[in-house]
């Protein structure tokens, strides 16, 4: 918002009413960690005998890759 006011000159107002919303905050975090057990589920789910199957596992891979280091076993 801060640059649509330099931007928008009409929407000035508006801008600054939205800017002057607190923002939320939280205690706990919006979206858990996995278990290393949950996360190698969601790797087997795909079958890997389809075409279909190998390309999902993949994608999969890159996506928990992308999120960091997976959790050390108990």
Same mark, same amino acid.
């Given at each position: ?5 330099? @931007?928008?000159?009409?929407? !000035? &107002?508006?801008?600054?009413?939205? !800017? ?6 939280? $205690? ?5 960690? !996995?278990?290393? &057990?949950?996360?190698? #589920?969601?790797? &087997?789910?795909? &079958? ?6 190998? @390309? $999902?596992? #993949? ?13 050390? #076993?108990?």
């Amino acid at each position: 918002m801060r640059f649509i006011e330099h @931007r928008v000159p009409a929407a !000035l &107002d508006q801008g600054r009413g939205i !800017l002057a919303m607190p923002s939320k905050k939280h $205690d706990t975090r919006v979206v858990p960690h !996995l278990t290393r &057990d949950e996360l190698q #589920a969601i790797l &087997d789910a795909p &079958d890997p005998a389809r075409r279909d199957g190998i @390309r $999902d596992r #993949a994608m999969l891979h890159v996506a928990v890759a992308a999120g960091g280091p997976m959790p050390r #076993a108990p």
